[in-house]
């Protein structure tokens, strides 16, 4: 674990596994529906915990629109990201219904990736795109699973619509996925893995740059990390969740009292500080479960539990299941 980052600590253990699904193009006036990740979750990225979707604007501009929040324009070299898994509306304008889809997910699924889509004049085609020359825009969509059990306090701590634009997230971006996905497309040795890793990439540069924007005083995990105290004593526990930390030292280390430690970690955190370590010893030892053959004993004593028994009953009451069962339903099916 790393002692002065929690950040990179949470997207290490929740295991992020990315993949790039669709090359959709589009001209005249289009939109398209996509359903919340609960829904689409089981057919692009089976047995995910959950699943985060983003839309990179490779040519031209559209618009973005989950309910309850203002439209977002996007433009090329544009990416937006939806950390919370909502349905959402794509189009080349707002307020455009979107084209009738069916079941074509369904049925094109095992098809090699990405699949090619296109929009023209409110038609849709599954399995076909336009030419480059007569495409007004070209979006890439992609996906990357997450796990929310035991703990991930970052979903949460990110808004519903995360914009990158084209200025912050570089000039890299754009070309890399767009050549990433071109080569998985062309089934070269390789280009599965090198796409996961670029969507990954580009998931874990927008949580740093989201959390270097952010204001100062600003609630939840993330705004935690920026604050002085607060900062610090996550980085303790962060840094070694296997030792017997008490409030008591936590404040002292943080430079806070015991009750002023407390009141601030929840109101920023939303929990106590003895519960975020008990939550994250967990989420540190399902880590370690998925990672190798470790005995479970081996496991409860390295994240600071004194009995296996004791981490056992805690591991299903966030779970569902004991450790041992929870490793085998997170192998790959053979």
């Known amino acids: 674990m790393n002692a002065l980052d929690p950040l990179s600590d949470v997207l290490r253990s929740v295991r992020l596994r990315g993949s790039v699904f669709f090359h959709v193009s ?31 604007f490779v040519k031209g501009g559209g618009w973005v629109a989950v309910d309850g929040e203002p439209p977002l324009r996007l433009g090329a070299g544009d990416i937006v990201m939806l950390p919370h898994g909502d349905a959402h509306v794509v189009s080349s304008a707002p307020g455009i219904s979107p084209a009738h889809e069916g079941d074509w997910l369904t049925r094109m699924r095992d098809d090699p990736k990405p699949i090619p889509i296109s929009y023209r004049g409110g038609a849709f085609v599954a399995g076909e795109g336009l030419p480059a020359k007569d495409a007004s825009a070209v979006i890439l969509c992609g996906f990357i699973a997450c796990d929310l059990k035991p703990f991930n306090p970052l979903i949460d701590a990110l808004p519903r619509l995360l914009h990158l634009p084209a200025a912050g997230v570089g000039t890299w971006v754009a070309p890399v996925l ?14 599965a893995a090198l796409l996961q890793r670029v969507s990954e990439m580009v998931f874990v540069d927008a949580a740093r740059r989201y959390l270097d924007a952010l204001p100062e005083q600003s609630q939840g995990w993330l705004g935690a990390l920026r604050d002085r105290q607060v900062g610090r004593a996550l980085a303790l526990m962060h840094g070694d969740p296997a030792q017997p930390w008490t409030l008591e030292e936590l404040g002292r280390r943080a430079g806070l009292s015991r009750s002023a430690l407390h009141e601030r970690f929840v109101a920023l955190v939303g929990m106590p500080p ?14 370690l479960l998925s990672e190798g053959h470790m005995v479970v004993a081996s496991v409860a004593q390295q994240v600071g539990y004194e009995s296996e028994a004791a981490f056992s009953r805690a591991f299903k009451r966030a779970t569902g299941l004991p450790p041992a069962a929870w490793r085998r339903a997170q192998a790959p099916a053979s």
């Open 26 to 56: 589009c001209r005249d006036d289009w939109s398209a529906w996509a359903p919340s990740s609960q829904e689409m979750g089981p057919a692009v990225m089976p047995g995910a915990d959950h699943v985060i979707e983003y839309h990179l």
């Open 178 to 191: 767009e050549q990433a996905a071109q080569e998985w497309g062309a089934q070269r040795a390789g280009g």
């Open 274 to 287: 003895m519960q975020y370590l008990t939550q994250w010893r967990l989420q540190c030892g399902a880590r």
